[in-house]
């Protein structure tokens, strides 16, 4: 399972899961994975964002994936985990975690397994998907970290330094 069908053009994505559907990001951005751990939370912030999370001495915002993407939030189980990613926005690079029900797979994606994310028209808003890609009979959903949060949250996030 994963890792296969790579060609030396393919890129590798961990994948995710939300609510029983596959997401992919960027293995090249992961920079761990940890087991769900409380989070110190900050007043005013959005309800998606879930706190701060210390790092080996670098506080870390946490957003969970679940409730930015608007679907319903469950109990935190012995599957969630964080995956913290390396975010560029603006010219800047920072560290933020993203909550997930768990992690899935790490796959080999070439160019000829993206399809075109959907255009639904302009009341929604899709421009964090980077494409769809098509994985051992499974359709994944392969996501532009960058455009999944903007650059106004992300300064709001930051702010709890």
């Known amino acids: 399972m994963g890792l296969g069908s790579a060609g030396a053009d393919a890129d590798q994505y961990l994948t995710f899961m939300l609510n029983g559907e596959e997401y992919g990001v960027d293995i090249l951005r992961v920079q761990e994975i940890k087991g769900w751990i409380p989070t110190t939370r900050i007043p005013n912030t959005p309800d ?5 999370m210390n790092l080996r001495g670098a506080i870390v915002p946490i957003i969970d ?3 930015r993407f608007a679907m319903p939030a469950i109990e935190y189980t012995a599957t969630t985990v964080v995956i ?12 933020i ?8 797979d790490v796959y080999n994606v070439s160019a000829d397994q993206f399809r075109a994310a959907p255009d639904f028209g302009a009341h929604v808003h899709t421009d964090f998907i980077r494409a ?18 903007s650059a106004e949250q992300l300064d709001a996030a930051a702010t709890v330094h």
């Open 97 to 104: 975690g993203f909550v997930v029900d768990a992690v899935s």
């Open 132 to 149: 769809l890609a098509t994985v051992e009979e499974k359709m994944v959903i392969l996501l532009d970290i960058d455009r999944l949060v």
């Open 84 to 95: 913290v990613l390396k975010v560029h926005s603006d010219g800047v690079e920072r560290t």
């Open 48 to 52: 998606y964002i879930r706190g701060v």
């Open 65 to 67: 994936m679940r409730l």
